[in-house]
Nanobody, 122 residues
Framework: VQLQAFGGGSVQAGGSLTLSCAASGRIFSRNVMAWFRQAPGKEREFVAGVGWSGATKDYADSVLGRFSISRENAKNTAYLQMNNLKPGDTAVYYC????????????????WGQGTLVTVSS
């Protein structure tokens, strides 16, 4: 699976962005998809994940109620809708995929996109 993340940019606090992750290669519809982020000087952390059917979703506490993950298997694309962005959301966002169960552990994901930068100013 090859993943390409895009949609990052610079916004003011309170603004919104939608990230997209386009997949190609193996069967996308059977992969769990997740978004992680890494801020400068910090470890990469789980943000949100979605099961292969789209029915199962998981969110980090820090983004619950503000971010929404979804997927369109017909388009081989996953999305992360980010609302009410805060300066603490500033990071490089990565999409990841795996054939296993939905997990918050980055070590369980076999495929990664290149990352897209989100900058939130106060």
């Amino acid at each position: 699976v090859q993943l390409q993340a895009f949609g990052g940019g610079s916004v003011q606090a309170g603004g919104s962005l939608t990230l997209s992750c386009a997949a190609s290669g193996r069967i996308f519809s059977r992969n769990v998809m997740a978004w992680f982020r890494q801020a400068p000087g910090k470890e990469r952390e789980f943000v949100a994940g979605v099961g292969w059917s789209g029915a199962t979703k998981d969110y980090a506490d820090s983004v619950l109620g503000r971010f929404s993950i979804s997927r369109e298997n017909a388009k081989n694309t996953a999305y992360l809708q980010m609302n009410n962005l805060k300066p603490g959301d500033t990071a490089v966002y990565y999409c990841a995929a795996d054939l296993g169960a939905l997990s918050r552990d980055r070590r369980t994901y076999n495929w990664w996109g290149q990352g897209t930068l989100v900058t939130v100013s106060s």
